[in-house]
């Protein structure tokens, strides 16, 4: 199957794109690399192309060229605080940019599917796990842009009927993290030889994955058979607090880790809990996570000296 994939050279296309290859996907990818890193991806020259899915042109140009049977539209904005810093740059990445991409999808005869990447940031604060019927009532322009993503593809598909999938990502992590996001924030303060770190709130709890389960998730969900328009989680559907992250980590290390609470990191706006309830994702395409947040930690330990 002809694949296209949006932001492909990111963290999570870094995990999707070797996996989809494996499974006998060919793999094209369009990526302005802002954010990514070419290196991330083994893919051949003639299947990258650089390119801003701002540029509706341009999207048009590859598009048409490549001829996909499967869109994987990953590229966005996704930092947090770099979207509240720079909101319409995030919107326009992440809305404009989408309608390009679903408007050049319209004019392919080729295209039987396309997947989009949507958040967890979607839904309101709450307590206990949601799932996909919560309501959804974002806190920041990163939700509100993906959230108006969700409904320009729901559109997309009432006007093609082409198979439509959006996924609500929640917190990946593994390799190739290009965002400062809490782990790879650990990572770099231990790896500075640190035992004492520097940390926000320490309460929050979140759903981590690793980016290869979320890869295995997008390879079902793309052989999922006749989803029409539908919406999943995706998540491990375990919450960890920060305390509990840092204590993986000592467990790989052997040593203790001592936080300190920098006043300067500390977000005055902050969700207690974000867990995905997974089981429609589980019932509908069998799909089952397999790293613990011990083997993902162990793995990205291992991978400091290499
Ligand atoms: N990382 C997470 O925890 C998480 C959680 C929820 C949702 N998501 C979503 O998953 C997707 C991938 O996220 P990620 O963590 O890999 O982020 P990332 O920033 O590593 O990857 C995004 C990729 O898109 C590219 N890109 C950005 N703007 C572009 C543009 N205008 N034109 C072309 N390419 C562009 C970047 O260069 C990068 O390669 C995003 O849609 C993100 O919103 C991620």
Not at 167 to 187: D, K, S, V, Y
Request: with cysteine; proline share 4%; aromatic share 10%.
């Amino acid at each position: 199957m002809r694949t296209l994939i949006t932001g492909a050279a990111g963290f999570i296309g870094s995990a999707v794109t070797p996996a989809l290859t494996k499974e006998g996907y060919e793999i094209f990818v369009l990526d302005n690399l802002s954010f990514g890193n070419r290196d991330f991806i083994d893919v051949p020259d003639d299947h990258f192309f650089l390119g801003d899915i701002r540029d509706a042109n341009k999207v048009e140009e590859v598009f048409e060229r490549v001829e996909p049977e499967i869109v994987v539209h990953l590229a966005a904005i996704h930092f947090i605080p770099y979207c509240n810093q720079h909101p319409f740059e995030a919107a326009d990445t992440n809305i404009r940019g989408t309608m390009n991409v679903l408007n050049a999808s319209k004019k392919l005869n080729s295209l039987q599917r396309i997947f989009f990447a949507s958040t967890a940031a979607v839904y309101p604060i709450y307590d206990e796990a949601v799932n996909e019927e919560h309501e959804q009532l974002p806190l920041d322009i990163y939700g509100l842009s993906k959230l108006t993503g969700e409904d320009l593809c729901r559109r997309f598909w009432l006007e093609t009927k082409v198979d439509t999938i959006v996924c609500r990502f929640f917190n990946a992590f593994g390799p190739n993290e290009t965002n400062p996001h809490l782990i790879p924030e650990i990572e770099k303060q231990l790896r500075e030889g640190k035992r004492t770190i520097n940390l926000g709130n320490l309460t929050p709890k979140r759903d981590f994955i690793h980016t290869y389960d979320m890869a295995a998730a997008v390879n079902k969900l793309l052989k999922l058979e006749n989803p029409g328009f539908d919406i999943f989680n995706l998540g491990r559907g375990i919450e960890y607090s920060v305390v509990e992250i840092v204590e993986a980590f000592e467990r790989q290390l052997g040593e203790k880790v001592t936080i300190e609470v920098d006043q300067a990191r500390v977000r005055k706006v902050e969700r207690q809990h974000l867990l995905a309830d997974v089981s429609k994702l589980k019932r509908m395409t069998g799909w089952e996570p397999e790293w613990s947040i011990d083997q993902g930690i162990k793995n990205l330990v291992e991978s400091w000296n290499q």
